[in-house]
């Protein structure tokens, strides 16, 4: 079986990539922004606050999760969501990078 495109690059690259195609809907930055105002909620509470069908709204968690910027636990029959501090920090390092080597290029770039 040959490679698949992913292969040609890092394991931080392509975590960096799934982290912020995660990011890469509407949608996704505000369940983001609701869940940092809230701190934590229920899925209901989401889709109170979203013009979006429940499975929507689901499915939208459910990228989220899987790319570990949320983290979800079971109570009762619900699921309660909160932002995962691990995912954003790996982000917030790679754009640290970017913001140290713009500050060390200005006005030196076309």
Same mark, same amino acid.
């Given at each position: 079986?040959?490679?698949?495109?992913?292969?040609?690059?890092?394991?931080? $690259?392509?975590?960096?990539?799934?982290?912020?195609?995660?990011? &890469?809907?509407?949608?996704?930055?505000?369940?983001? %922004?609701?869940?940092?105002?809230?701190?934590?909620?229920?899925?209901?509470?989401?889709?109170?606050?979203?013009?979006?069908? $429940?499975?929507?709204?689901? $499915?939208?968690?459910?990228?989220?999760?899987?790319?570990?910027? #949320?983290? &979800?636990?079971?109570?009762?029959?619900? #699921?309660?969501?909160?932002?995962?501090?691990?995912?954003?920090?790996?982000?917030?390092?790679?754009?640290?990078?970017?913001?140290?080597?713009?500050?060390?290029?200005?006005? %030196? +770039? +076309?």
């Amino acid at each position: 079986m040959g490679a698949t495109k992913s292969d040609h690059f890092t394991d931080k $690259q392509n975590e960096l990539a799934i982290l912020t195609k995660a990011l &890469g809907h509407p949608a996704r930055i505000a369940i983001i %922004e609701y869940l940092l105002k809230v701190n934590a909620c229920i899925c209901g509470d989401i889709v109170n606050e979203l013009p979006l069908s $429940q499975p929507t709204v689901s $499915q939208h968690l459910k990228e989220l999760k899987n790319a570990g910027l #949320i983290k &979800g636990n079971i109570e009762g029959n619900a #699921i309660c969501y909160c932002i995962n501090e691990t995912g954003f920090e790996k982000i917030k390092v790679f754009f640290k990078e970017i913001d140290l080597h713009l500050e060390k290029r200005k006005n %030196e +770039c +076309c």
